[in-house]
């Protein structure tokens, strides 16, 4: 089982940045795959980047590509969400995952979730 939190979240003004992590508990960390996953005030939960259990291969929603980089530590048990040249669009509650699972990851069938931390950009 994983156990997962995240922090980083916070206000920050349009075209700034903000690095989000999700520490995971236990070992075996590197057999998961990450995801994160946002959800705005009033809208579904969407997905926004994912990254792969060993390969590190990584999916972006096309709406975030160029702008945000999913990354992962092993050695650490922890994912990482860089989050650059925000907008007020990506205002929403993140919430990173975990599944072993190779596949599906574009999708919100996953095992573990985190609490959520709030991301808000001003204009």
């Known amino acids: 089982q994983v156990q997962l939190a995240e922090s980083g979240g916070g206000l920050v003004q349009a075209g700034g940045s903000l690095r989000l992590s999700c520490a995971a508990s236990g070992r075996t960390f590197i057999d998961y795959a990450m995801g994160w996953f946002r959800q705005a005030p009033g809208k579904e939960r969407e997905f926004v980047a994912a990254i792969s259990p060993y390969h590190s291969t990584t999916y972006y929603t096309d709406s975030v590509k160029g702008r945000f980089t999913i990354s992962r530590d092993n050695a650490k048990n922890t994912g990482y969400l860089q989050m650059n040249t925000l907008k007020p669009e990506d205002t929403a509650v993140y919430y990173c995952?975990?599944?072993?699972?190779?596949?599906?990851?574009?999708?919100?069938?996953?095992?573990?979730w985190g609490q959520g931390t709030q991301v808000t950009v001003s204009s």
């Open positions: 995952a975990a599944k072993a699972s190779s596949y599906g990851l574009t999708s919100p069938q996953y095992h573990y």
